[in-house]
């Protein structure tokens, strides 16, 4: 079982919409997790960083966890174009694995205006 | 700022030629890694280095090796390139394991 999954989409929506974003986790050890935006041409830049324990706001923007069901999402409200990019959300490694960040597929995501 | 430079955007080269990846971080940052990024993979790691000359396989090492000589500097090398190499690279650094990296503009490699 992969450590973390992510639907690839790609996810169209209109401007003004509430978009989410989802990922599953497979190990209840995960103590944070990360959420990274990726541009057309550019390298990904981390948008928010959440520990298990709740959610977190950052302007349009809310990370969430769920651990009962190991699920992480990333709520956009009132998108905007400028949010068309990939998502991509990331765990810390863990035990012989230390170290490393493991990233879902991405969700491709295209705001129209 | 942190910044992660790449020495190529785009790099076309041939089967069975050697490669060389260049990887710049201007932060002192211990910790720098590779990753290929290919549609509906992901980002898969394929080398990371913990301190100079020292290096952990990722989880697709196969291929490739890497070298890191000075703490700004990680390359990566791809001993004889193979098509199924064709992909996006990206290099990324942090200051903790674990902890958020920052990453390249990515070199766009292509193999015939």
């Known amino acids: 079982q992969k450590e973390v999954e992510q639907d690839p989409g790609p996810l169209s929506v209109p401007e003004g919409a509430i978009v989410s974003l989802n990922c599953t986790y497979s190990?209840?050890?995960?103590?944070?997790f990360m959420w990274y935006r990726q541009y057309s041409r550019k390298g990904p830049e981390l948008l928010m960083y959440?520990?298990?324990?709740g959610n977190k706001e950052d302007g349009r923007f809310t990370a969430q966890v769920d651990k009962s069901s190991k699920y992480i999402s990333l709520f956009i409200r009132d998108s905007q174009p400028s949010d068309s990019a990939t998502y991509l959300c990331a765990v810390p490694g863990w035990g012989t694995s230390y170290g490393k960040l493991t990233f879902g597929q991405g969700t491709i995501l295209t705001v129209h205006p | 700022d942190v910044k992660v430079t790449q020495s190529s955007r785009y790099l076309v080269k041939r089967t069975g030629e050697k490669v060389f990846l260049e990887c710049v971080q201007d932060m002192d940052h211990e910790n720098m890694f590779w990753y290929r990024q290919d549609p509906g993979l992901g980002l898969r790691l394929i080398y990371f280095s913990y301190d100079v000359k020292m290096k952990e396989k990722g989880d697709i090492p196969e291929g490739y090796s890497v070298s890191r000589e000075k703490k700004e500097r990680f390359s990566l090398i791809l001993e004889s390139a193979s098509t199924n190499q064709t992909s996006m690279y990206l290099c990324?650094?942090?200051?903790?394991?674990?902890?958020?990296?920052?990453f390249g503009p990515g070199t766009r490699l292509t193999v015939l």
């Open positions: 959440t520990y298990s324990s």
């Open positions: 190990n209840s050890a995960f103590q944070y």
């Open positions: 990324a650094s942090s200051l903790f394991l674990g902890g958020e990296q920052f």
